[in-house]
T-cell receptor, first 117, second 109 residues
Framework: GAGVSQSPRYKVAKRGQDVALRCDPISGHVSLFWYQQALGQGPEFLTYFQNEAQLDKSGLPSDRFFAERPEGSVSTLKIQRTQQEDSAVYLC???????????????FGEGSRLTVL | RKEVEQDPGPFNVPEGATVAFNCTYS??????FFWYRQDCRKEPKLLMS???SGNEDGRFTAQLNRASQYISLLIRDSKLSDSATYLC??????????FGSGTKLNVKP
């Protein structure tokens, strides 16, 4: 498809397990963002990539969270030793902007819903 | 103080009504502002952009007040299909988009 694709759509993990969430952005999009959205809240910024460079990771809540985009295309968000408070929808968004996203059009994937038991 | 604040609502309005939401932001350096629409259990989608004082697109009008650091979204002649959560997103430092918690709108027949 032509949109942002995320997998898995749903993930149930036991507390302490590691999880990996994948994002396939729109082909050619330079900018890639990860957001965390808890129930009833707006998306919270986690991290931002421009091509393969992770330019901002200030939103990652702890060192258990790690994101990469090694070839400037697909990105993976990894959460180690999951905790119940990690339960949320993880949204990936991409933008064609070359560092200047003044157009504001972030194209979101449908999200990966993580439930930690 | 949160970067972006919105009234969570819900705003319950009849079809045909006019409704307005406000959003306040704390980063005075923000240059561009956006309203996104999010349907239940779906991803956000861009509704409108605001770069200067305002923008109008059909039934939707967005206005920016830089002095008071708020943006508003006005919806005229509400439709049932307008029911959704509306997210405000100022463009912050170096493309860090902060989203508000959203304002929920329910349009009733």
């Amino acid at each position: 498809g032509a949109g942002v694709s995320q997998s898995p759509r749903y993930k149930v993990a036991k507390r302490g397990q590691d999880v990996a969430l994948r994002c396939d952005p729109i082909s050619g999009h330079v900018s890639l963002f990860w957001y965390q959205q808890a129930l009833g809240q707006g998306p919270e910024f986690l991290t931002y990539f421009q091509n393969e460079a992770q330019l901002d990771k200030s939103g990652l809540p702890s060192d258990r969270f790690f994101a990469e985009r090694p070839e400037g295309s697909v990105s993976t968000l990894k959460i180690q030793r999951t905790q119940q408070e990690d339960s949320a929808v993880y949204l990936c968004a991409s933008s064609p902007g070359t560092g200047d996203v003044q157009s504001g059009e972030l194209f979101f994937g449908e999200g990966s819903r993580l439930t930690v038991l | 103080r949160k970067e972006v604040e919105q009234d969570p609502g819900p705003f319950n309005v009849p079809e045909g009504a006019t409704v307005a939401f406000n959003c306040t932001y704390s980063n005075s350096a923000s240059q561009s502002f956006f309203w996104y629409r999010q349907d239940c259990r779906k991803e956000p989608k861009l509704l409108m952009s605001v770069y200067s004082s305002g923008n109008e697109d059909g039934r939707f009008t967005a206005q920016l007040n830089r002095a008071s650091q708020y943006i508003s979204l006005l919806i005229r002649d509400s439709k049932l299909s307008d029911s959704a959560t509306y997210l405000c997103a100022p463009n912050g430092n170096f493309n860090k988009f902060y989203f508000g918690s959203g304002t929920k709108l329910n349009v009733k027949p």
